[in-house]
């Protein structure tokens, strides 16, 4: 089984740039159930949402952005997902011995 992790790279306005962070389930649930609450539309209908809480989700999780999503918002220049190569889990990692 292959696994395909996505990445997470924000710009901010100050020009702070944060690269290839990974996402998890975690920042997922959290955008799944501020949708709901919100009423937003479904992911495949607003991509930029999606992309943008992800983002947010991620940086408020490792401690890079403190702010509301909104403030969010004005505070970030572009966010980009990016799906990673698949990883296998049952393959080790070549040796160097």
Excluded: C
């Amino acid at each position: 089984m292959a696994i395909q992790r996505t990445y997470v790279s924000v710009g901010m306005v100050d020009g702070t740039e944060y690269e290839n962070l990974p996402t998890t389930v975690a920042d997922e649930m959290l955008y799944a159930s501020t949708r709901r609450r919100h009423k937003w539309e479904p992911m495949q209908d607003d991509i930029t949402t999606y992309k943008n809480f992800l983002g947010f989700a991620v940086l408020r999780r490792l401690g890079h952005y403190a702010g509301s999503f909104d403030e969010f918002g004005n505070d970030v220049a572009v966010v980009v997902l990016e799906e990673a190569e698949p990883v296998d889990p049952t393959n080790r990692a070549p040796s160097n011995a």
